[in-house]
């Protein structure tokens, strides 16, 4: 199994700061990764697959990037709708989920 | 635009069987992809149980391989799954959802499984 690791656990900014968030997987995972949001209450919503393509209507701010086993998600200026939990998912492998991130508002 | 809903019982009691259906809208159970269900139990992360396609062909999470099933309604346009010996550690909001380009998109709303008797 690949095992997933999303670091930090939370990440304390405020509206207009750049977050990066990292995702690293114990073994390769090619170019099957991706990104999904999650709010309270509601089901993830996919931002990002194979890497680095944006999702049908996923604003331009979300962009994916890495390779092999080190991935980053980075939301360029956090808008107030931003403030949520952040999974990545790898399928080069079955599928396993990373532990996720909290994106708070400082 | 592509739709999946999950329906079921809320309340399964400890050994039982867990099972749930997917009712897909505007795409066909046929169409060439996977289907999936995936799991959140509260305040936890997302854990994923498995896939099926639409020639029967299914895949399951080793973890769980033991005690899954999934099956597909072509007549109904819908994907079920069932999870038999529940125990509390099965209690988790169960997702189904399309898998397309190795992501899942789109996610059913969720429906809240609790194990207990």
């Known amino acids: 199994e690949i095992v997933l690791t999303q670091s930090p656990a939370t990440l304390s900014l405020s509206p207009g700061e750049r977050a990066t968030l990292s995702c690293r997987a114990s073994q390769s995972v090619g170019d099957y990764l991706a990104w999904y949001q999650q709010k309270p209450g509601q089901a993830p919503r996919l931002l990002i697959y194979?890497?680095?393509r944006r999702a049908t209507d996923i604003a331009a701010r979300f962009s994916g990037s890495g390779s092999g086993t080190d991935f980053t998600l980075t939301i360029s200026s956090l808008e107030p709708e931003d403030f949520a939990v952040y999974y990545c998912q790898q399928r080069r492998n079955w599928v396993t989920f990373g532990g996720g991130t909290k994106v708070e508002i400082k | 635009q592509v739709q999946v809903q999950e329906s079921g019982p809320g309340l399964v009691k400890p050994s039982g069987t867990l099972s749930l259906t997917c009712t897909v809208s505007?795409?066909?159970?046929?169409?060439?992809?996977?289907w999936s269900w995936i799991r959140q139990p509260p305040g936890k992360g997302l854990e994923w149980l498995g896939e099926?396609?639409?020639?029967?062909?299914?895949n399951y999470s080793p973890s769980l391989r033991s005690r899954v099933t999934m099956s597909l309604d072509k007549s109904k346009n819908q994907f079920s799954l069932k999870l038999n010996s529940v125990t509390a550690a099965d209690t988790a909001v169960y997702y189904c959802?399309?898998?397309?380009?190795?992501?899942?998109?789109?996610w059913g709303q969720g429906i809240l499984v609790s194990v207990s008797s």
């Open positions: 099926i396609y639409h020639g029967g062909s299914a």
């Open positions: 959802a399309r898998e397309i380009q190795a992501a899942f998109d789109p």
């Open positions: 194979d890497i680095s």
């Open positions: 505007g795409d066909a159970i046929t169409s060439n992809v996977w």
